[in-house]
């Protein structure tokens, strides 16, 4: 069974930081890319970051500068480290494999439950 296991989330107050990870099993992880995306209330789910496999990673200018999204494959666990959080950045943020290193979440086929991160003002 392909599982996607995202964890990490939490509360934290404007400005600081949390590192969010993705544990992947049931696939062989540098075959794919991994993407991170996130949903907030009354919103579409949108691209976060995401890393091919063979390590290129892409961030959206929403983020860009403040995530950084890293891989284990030994571990077959991908991190975003997210620092300086925004109030915006309040969302559900989910994790997912697909073939293509896109921000599109009609790209990926697997995906993981959500973690929530909360960002107070």
């Known amino acids: 069974d392909v599982q996607l296991q995202a964890s990490g989330g939490g509360l934290v107050q404007t400005g600081g930081s949390l590192r969010l990870s993705c544990s992947a099993s049931?696939?062989?992880?540098?075959?794919?890319?991994i993407g991170w995306f996130r949903q907030a209330p009354g919103k579409e789910r949108e691209g976060v970051s995401c890393?091919?496999?063979?390590?290129?990673?892409y961030y959206a200018d929403s983020v860009e500068g403040r995530f950084t999204m890293s891989s284990d494959n030994a571990k077959n666990t991908v991190y975003l480290q997210m620092n300086s959080l925004k109030f915006e950045d309040t969302a559900v943020y989910y994790c997912?494999?697909?073939?293509?290193?896109?921000?599109?979440?009609?790209?990926?086929?697997?995906w993981g439950q959500g973690t929530q991160v909360t960002v107070s003002s």
């Open positions: 997912a494999a697909g073939p293509r290193s896109i921000m599109q979440s009609t790209g990926y086929i697997y």
């Open positions: 049931g696939f062989t992880f540098t075959d794919y890319s």
């Open positions: 890393v091919s496999g063979i390590g290129d990673t």
